[in-house]
């Protein structure tokens, strides 16, 4: 896991990555960049579609970027919008960030950094399902 978070990078991949969001609609565009637990950084922007509920968040595609470049684990996320501001993810993505990098992650608020504990108390997450199921995701 890497010793120290560079926010400036992390925030400057975010900006860079924003710059390429897909955003004909609502014309906000949002970029993420998210520092993984072997030291890589992935990134995401928003990519929107005509058919609205189908337009993915910045996250999505950092989420998909992060498993289809090796997987691992999100230690710390940061999230702009088009004025290169701290923008807190939504909901589905808060649900997101959890799932890959669990209550430990790191997020860049407008308040701050703060922990997906901080951001997202009383989590839903695999071991919710678990304690139904009798599986395990681990």
């Not at 860079?16 to 890589?40: K, Q």
């Amino acid at each position: 896991m890497p010793a120290e978070v560079d926010w400036a990078a992390l925030h400057a991949a975010a900006v860079e990555v924003m710059h390429r969001a897909y955003a004909p609609y609502s014309r906000f565009h949002v970029g993420v960049a998210g520092l993984v637990d072997d030291g890589r950084v992935v990134v995401g922007c928003n990519v929107e579609n005509a058919a609205y509920g189908v337009a993915l968040c910045a996250e999505c595609g950092m989420v998909s970027s992060l498993h289809a470049s090796g997987g691992g684990r999100l230690v710390a996320v940061s999230c702009v919008d088009a004025n290169g501001t701290a923008l807190m993810p939504c909901g589905r993505c808060r649900q997101l960030l959890w799932e890959n990098g669990g209550p430990a992650c790191l997020v860049m608020s407008p308040q701050g950094v703060m922990t997906m504990a901080e951001v997202l108390p009383l989590a839903f997450g695999a071991e919710d399902i678990d304690k139904v199921t009798g599986a395990s995701h681990e």
